[in-house]
């Protein structure tokens, strides 16, 4: 029995080593979990205080610059602020209209084409021996021939002769009509009494052709503000083969200044442009056209986003 308790005692006596190792052995650990936990703790407070502290010497800053800021603009360089951005405006406005008087001097200047001095013996060398010449007129780009004729086809021979000699760039435009003896002054007066023997017709032609083979497309565009005219920048002017196409675009939105306008309405060569036609500008961003000769295209615009669509 003894023996038996001797044993009992030995093995409990070697349970109780083995717990309290096991229990310091976990207390150790607590220990050391419990000083990490701390250790986070305190780092996490640490971050959190030098966040508050950035966030704090960095909103001072920024007071102080706002400061700074609102007494500089309280500074006699800045009181007059906006009394000088008006100022600017008008000299801008001013000068626009300037620039915009200067380029259309210049558009007239690079319209006007030189002419062959040697034109008017030209015309006389292909003169039909059945016809004669009335009045001839020289503008610019054109040449405008009228006369009478006996023979219904000499204004045509007339042309051929003259296109021989490389005076039209273009084909003319030319109408014959006959006269009528009873209306018309009597062909005795228009040749000034030279003796003629006179036939029971005659004819009166007119010729119209291009004499150069460029023409000038000059555009401008203008704000819509009723009978004010207010340049939005200068003239500009496009070179174009005679009977070539051209395009001008894009013209539904236009910045000038910084603001951007909208598209009302066309002007060409003082007529504003249909509404049919107005629409194929506004749906295709352009305006487009073959060269027929020198015009002047006036596109105007206002502020609205609307007024595309009203226009």
Known sequence: MAKANGVNKR??????????????ANA???ARMLGYGVAIGVLVVFVVIAFIV???IRNTIIKGQINDLK?????????????????????????????????QMRRSVDRVDPVDTNLPDVIEKCIPSDSFISEYN???????????????????????????QDVFTARPDISTTREDLVTETPLEELINDTTVEAVNNYYKFNITGALVSTFHISYTRMLDAGDSTTALGGVETVDVVAGNPYEIGPVNEFTYAGTTYYLTRVLVDG??????????????????????????IKFYYTTGAEASAEG
């Open 11 to 24: 093995v409990l006596a070697k349970r109780d080593m083995n717990f309290f190792a096991e229990f310091t």
């Open 28 to 30: 150790a650990k607590a």
């Open 54 to 56: 950035a966030f704090f």
């Open 71 to 103: 007494a500089l603009l309280a500074s006699p360089d800045y009181a007059s602020l906006e009394q000088d951005a008006v100022k600017l405006t008008e000299e801008l406005n001013d000068m626009t209209n300037y620039y915009y008087a200067l380029t």
């Open 138 to 164: 020289i503008t610019n780009s054109n040449l405008t021939i009228q006369g009478y004729t006996f023979t219904y086809y000499s204004p045509v021979d007339m042309v051929n002769m003259l296109n021989a």
């Open 271 to 296: 007529v504003q442009v249909e509404e049919g036609s107005y629409s194929v500008i506004t749906e295709n961003d352009k305006y487009s056209d073959v060269a027929r000769g020198n015009i002047e």
